[in-house]
């Protein structure tokens, strides 16, 4: 008998539930006939809003729009969207003089030096008053630049520099359901009201408001912070980060433009008194937001620090409380249901990383990809790479509060004193006292490689600042010439960019 999955449940209309409709359908019918894959169907509530924010991504965001056949000029103008190169940290840390560091970590990274990282040679000799990313990327300001301009779409250029996107959430949500209804995915507007599960413990049946009972082979919870079907009808367990991760509580204002022929092509990660505020820049309008601890402050009190962080743009303005389930589920994916987005889990938005994760999870989900009867073994080895990739993120979110330095609040001493961290980050951080990462220090990266933390390490100036004391005089002997003429050729480089390259509204407004 023909064992083959007939259809595939999405629950969610949220950036996870679209996303994964777009994924599955189109690796499924890059490589399957018609008549041989599911049918995806995808259920969504018209009356429980979605989370509305995750505007940030990072560069694997434009393969995944070409891979979908999705034109990139039109994915600009449906999302307001503009060009991320980075995320900007200010104020996280201080430096020796106990001045205010502000530093950028760029999806840029510089070529090898004779077969070293320039990050070593940086910290051997330094570059004048140039920190360390202006030292690295062939730009000296990212934040007025974007290189977008002629390679758009271009992988050539996409390699060299990488980028990725700021984009509106829900025009996001939008485009996406039009794509994907074209291609063919049934889109249900109603709402579960209950869960049935069979013998086996397996979800047979969803009920809906409107049209009553709904057949199940295989269904994707994508319901958000809810977690629906995970946890409440198949009662995963949760397990909460909250021993890790101070914050646990959002707020969220749109605002204008301060100048609109202005936009950054960064997101901003400002330092506040009790966590850090988001900045993401689009076509139209700026996306701002503060995630905080509620150990640390009311809604009340963050509010009003917010609101005077944002200055004239905040007046009068309330912003949307945004409660933060912060962890994962045990397991993603339990007897014939996966959980991807929040309903799955969610680490704190600092590197913009949800939307990735959501991305991995699926195309991982089509390696696995299951007939009726799932093999128990598809399922632990998807769970387990899910396992390696919440771990990935949470020791690279965890590396940004143990590495802080401020003591101007109790919250920035608690982050770094009283927060857990993964075991396999405090070896790492043991190390990296002696030497800077290298490749084989992080065994699993599908961001965060050894270079990302590199930039950190000398981005925060950690060096000079108490951690890895006398550090310099144990490095290997390098050539001082070496470095020096290679970032002579990177200053070329980047005025041979220039030239031709419009500011980022410019193209923005051609696009
Ligand atoms: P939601 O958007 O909450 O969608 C849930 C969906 O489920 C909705 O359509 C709802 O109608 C539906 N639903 C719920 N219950 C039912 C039901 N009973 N029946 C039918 N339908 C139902 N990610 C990034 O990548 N970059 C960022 O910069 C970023 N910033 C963030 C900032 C904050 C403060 C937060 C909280 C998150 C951020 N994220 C970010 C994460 C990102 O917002 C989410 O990963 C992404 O929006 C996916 O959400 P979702 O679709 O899982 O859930």
Known sequence: ????????????????????????????????????????????????????VGEATVPRMPKTLRQAGISERAFFRETNASFKLGVKFCNWNTDAKGNRIDYVNPFAHGQLLEGLEPAEYFLRFGNGDRDYTQSISPHDDLGRLCKGARPLGQPEFEQRFGYAYHLDAVKFAGM???????????????????????EQGNVSHLMLEQRGRHDVEMVIDCTGFRGLIIN?????????????????????????????????????????????????????RVGTGYVFSSAHRTDDQAADEYLEWLGDSGKGATPRIIPMRIGRVRNAWVKNCVAIGLAGGFIEPLESTAIHMIDHAVRWLTEHMPTRDIAPSLRSRYNRQMDKLYDEVLEFICLHYRLGNRTDDQYWIDARTEMKIPDRL??????????????????????????????VLLGKQVYDTGYGPGIRDRLRPLKKPIWFQWWKGAKVDLAQILKSMPDHKTLLRDI
């Not at 070896?427 to 990302?452: C, G, K, S």
Request: aromatic letters at 8%; hydrophobic letters at 35%; glycine letters at 6%.
């Open 176 to 198: 996406l359901t039009k794509v994907c209804t074209k291609h063919g995915v049934e889109h249900i507007q109603d709402e579960v009201t209950s869960v049935e599960l069979d």
């Open 232 to 284: 409440q009808a198949l009662g995963e367990p949760f397990m909460d980060y909250s021993d890790y991760l101070p914050n646990d509580r959002a707020m969220a204002l749109q605002i204008d433009h301060p100048d609109p022929e202005k936009i950054e092509s960064l997101t901003r990660s400002t330092a506040l008194g009790a966590g850090w505020t988001w900045r993401v820049p689009l076509y139209n």
């Open 426 to 455: 405090a070896e790492n951080l043991e190390l990296w006292q002696h030497r800077l990462p290298m490749p084989h220090d992080i065994e699993f990266a599908t961001l965060f490689d050894y270079r990302v933390y590199q930039t």
């Open 1 to 52: 008998m023909n064992n083959r999955l007939r259809k595939i449940t999405i629950v969610g209309g949220g950036t996870a539930g679209w996303m994964t409709a777009l994924i599955l359908e189109t690796e499924l019918s890059r490589t399957s006939a018609p008549k041989d894959r599911p049918k995806i169907c995808l259920i969504e509530s018209p009356n429980i809003a979605t989370v509305g």
